[in-house]
Each structure stands twice: as structure tokens, then as C-alpha cells.
């Protein structure tokens, strides 16, 4: 029953984000921005009203579903039976400066376990979904996860703007991947890197610091697609409140990081 439910879910998760890219691109490309911790973490008027949509949305398709979501100020627990994990615009520096590439990423869990995800980016009319069990998809088509290794390897990392004490440590291991790899991309979002593990478009992504609406949907597309996803110490990546580091590709390419990353 839980895989079969999971594929319903799925399916209320692509309706709703179809919607909340319409109003993503409604936007056009300069949009007022508002500080909210520090000068590069920002919010808009359309993160507050992707959100709310989405809230609708779903509440309407779930009855009793609870919602952990960046622009909530009250976040459920996480180990609720019907929880939804929303970012509602990820990538959200790109969307203020109209750079064409955010999404909406919405995660499914219940006891704490992740069971449907949907990843929409509308600039490339793109909706990547997953099922626990049943795989990942873009636009209806499976994805599954690149097998190459890191020397023939596109990288995706991430600069952790809202932790600078991180950067460092951040630039000098995309210094040593970029030795190691085909050559890196910093694309400003989580999400959408995750999909492109899924998709096998890259084969290794990384960041030092993610709050579990950035990663969760992606976790669940590279896990479902084939790939491999931990902390950057090579830990499990916990459900939780905390900021985690990410890193997912396949388990090669993951391997091959541990490895030079110990070594610095
Ligand atoms: C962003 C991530 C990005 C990361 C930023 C921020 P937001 O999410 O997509 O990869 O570097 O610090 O977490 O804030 O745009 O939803």
C-alpha cells in the first residue's frame, strides 16, 4: 500500500509545482528581495506566495498533511505520518537576479522516511519526480544516475553563502575536484544539482552546508535514479533540522571524493 500511495503523492506533487511554476515566471526578471539573515540569504513576495499555493494545494489533496517549509515560521515534526518538506523557490538568489534557473522542490515523508519527491524548474519546463520503489523521472522519461568516473565527470558544487565561514574549506576542495574531474559548475541550486545527479547529466555534486528543504526531493531522485547520497564526512544524511552537508553521485565517484577530501 505505502509504494502505491507514495505513486499518488507523487502525482499531487507534479500538479501542484505545474501550478507554482506559472507563478514563478509570472515574476519576470528583476524581483524585490528582502534580507532575512544576511544580505545573501533573501526572500521575495513569490517565495511567500509559492509557498502558500502549494500549502493549499496539497492540504486539499492530503487531508491531515503537515507542512516543514523554509518561509514557515512553525515547522511540523518530522516524523509525522503525512509530512511535506518545501522549498518553494530553491534557488532563490538566481530568481531575484532573473537568471532562469530555480525551481519549487517538494519532499514527501512519513514516520521520518522519504516516500515522493518533485523537483519542477519552469524556466526549462522540467518536472523531475520519484516514488520510493519506483524510480525517477523527468517529464514522464526514467533517469538514472551517470556510472562514469570522477576523471570523466562534470562536477556541480555549492559556496554555502549563508555559512562564509565555510568557504575555504568549500573552495579548496572544488579546487582539488577540479583536478580530479572533467571540470566544475556552480549553478546557485541545490535541488537542481540533485537532479542533474539523477538525470546522469553530472556525476558528482557537493556542498558544505544545506537545510533539509534544499536536499530532501533531491535525495530521494538521485537514491531512486541509482545514485549515492551522504555527508561529506560519508555518514548517512539524517532527516532532520539540521544543516548538512551533501554530497550524492554513484558510489564510485562518491568514493573517489572521501578519498581526496581525507586527504586535505
Ligand atoms: C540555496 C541553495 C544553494 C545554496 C544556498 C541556498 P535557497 O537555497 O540552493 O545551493 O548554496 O546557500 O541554500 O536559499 O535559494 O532556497
Not at 75 to 95: H, S, Y
Not at 152 to 179: I, M, N
Request: contains cysteine; proline residues 3%.
Amino acid at each position: 500500500m505505502e509504494q502505491d500511495y507514495a505513486q499518488t503523492v507523487r502525482g499531487y506533487i507534479a500538479e501542484a509545482e505545474r501550478k507554482a511554476g506559472e507563478l514563478m515566471l509570472s515574476a519576470g526578471e528583476n524581483v524585490a528581495a528582502e534580507d532575512k539573515t544576511s544580505r545573501r540569504d533573501v526572500v521575495t513576495s513569490y517565495d511567500r506566495r509559492v509557498q502558500e499555493l502549494m500549502v493549499e494545494e496539497l492540504s486539499r489533496r492530503v487531508p491531515g498533511a503537515r507542512f516543514y517549509c523554509e518561509e514557515l515560521a512553525e515547522r511540523c515534526p518530522l516524523d509525522g505520518e503525512k509530512v511535506f518538506i518545501i522549498d518553494p523557490i530553491d534557488g532563490t538568489m538566481n530568481f531575484v537576479h532573473g537568471l532562469g534557473h530555480s525551481c519549487v522542490s517538494t519532499a514527501f515523508s512519513s514516520g521520518g522516511a522519504l516516500l515522493a519527491a518533485g523537483i519542477y524548474n519552469p524556466y526549462a519546463r522540467e518536472l523531475f519526480t520519484a516514488a520510493r520503489g519506483r524510480g525517477a523521472s523527468l517529464n514522464g522519461r526514467e533517469i538514472r544516475a551517470a556510472e562514469t568516473d570522477l576523471a570523466h565527470s562534470v562536477v556541480h558544487f555549492g559556496t554555502t553563502p549563508y555559512d562564509p565561514q565555510l568557504a575555504d574549506r568549500a573552495f579548496l576542495l572544488a579546487r582539488k575536484v577540479f583536478e580530479k574531474s572533467l571540470d566544475l559548475r556552480r549553478r546557485g541550486s541545490a535541488a537542481l544539482d540533485l537532479c542533474d545527479v539523477a538525470a546522469g547529466r553530472v556525476g558528482l555534486y557537493f556542498e558544505m552546508a544545506l537545510s533539509l528543504w534544499d536536499y530532501a526531493a533531491g535525495v530521494l531522485l538521485v537514491e531512486e535514479a541509482g545514485g549515492v547520497c551522504r555527508r561529506l564526512d560519508g555518514s548517512p544524511l539524517p532527516l532532520d533540522g539540521a544543516r548538512n552537508s551533501v554530497l550524492a553521485g554513484n558510489a564510485g565517484t562518491v568514493r573517489e571524493f572521501l578519498d581526496l577530501s581525507a586527504q586535505y
